[in-house]
């Protein structure tokens, strides 16, 4: 709930901004509910060069999703030359207009195995904003 109220607000009207909205309510913090477990499970049955590279993984699965949301947003950036970028911001921005599609970031397969994929076109597509998003991807 405040996913939408927060981030889908941000970015309700346009998509692609020229720069990271700061004042959006990120639900990083979330990631502690599932991690947190893990983490004590690495830690009980791990031994210590094993557990430093399951937190050094995870902070970077952390870090990685956190980043490549934000890529998405931001009009220009470098990675929009590549098309496997081009389409997963596509599907985020299917997951804006459909928020109980596409909940990945980083990794789709989640969402074909529990049915949550949309690979269809953004809805409304006669609004002049997400005609442009749409020609920019």
């Given at each position: 709930?405040?996913?939408?109220?927060?981030?889908?607000?941000?970015?309700?009207?346009?998509?692609?901004?020229?720069?990271?909205?700061?004042?959006?309510?990120?639900?990083?913090?979330?990631?502690?509910?599932?991690?947190?477990?893990?983490?004590?499970?690495?830690?009980?049955?791990?031994?210590?060069?094993y557990f430093a590279v399951h937190i050094a993984s995870l902070a970077f699965a952390v870090?990685?999703?956190?980043?490549?949301?934000?890529?998405?947003?931001?009009?220009?950036?470098?990675?929009?030359?590549?098309?496997?970028?081009?389409?997963?911001?596509?599907?985020?921005?299917?997951?804006?207009?459909?928020?109980?599609?596409?909940?990945?970031?980083?990794?789709?397969?989640?969402?074909?195995?529990?049915?949550?994929?949309?690979?269809?076109?953004?809805?409304?597509?006669?609004?002049?904003?997400?005609?442009?998003?749409e020609r920019s991807l």
């Amino acid at each position: 709930r405040s996913h939408v109220k927060g981030h889908h607000a941000q970015y309700a009207r346009e998509m692609l901004s020229d720069r990271w909205i700061r004042t959006e309510q990120h639900i990083t913090g979330y990631y502690a509910i599932p991690f947190i477990p893990l983490v004590c499970l690495a830690f009980c049955l791990l031994p210590g060069l094993y557990f430093a590279v399951h937190i050094a993984s995870l902070a970077f699965a952390v870090w990685w999703h956190v980043y490549l949301h934000r890529q998405y947003h931001i009009r220009g950036v470098w990675w929009e030359r590549f098309h496997w970028f081009q389409h997963k911001r596509r599907l985020h921005f299917v997951h804006h207009q459909k928020p109980r599609k596409n909940f990945a970031i980083v990794e789709y397969s989640w969402d074909l195995l529990f049915g949550t994929l949309d690979d269809g076109p953004l809805v409304s597509a006669n609004s002049s904003k997400l005609k442009q998003v749409e020609r920019s991807l």
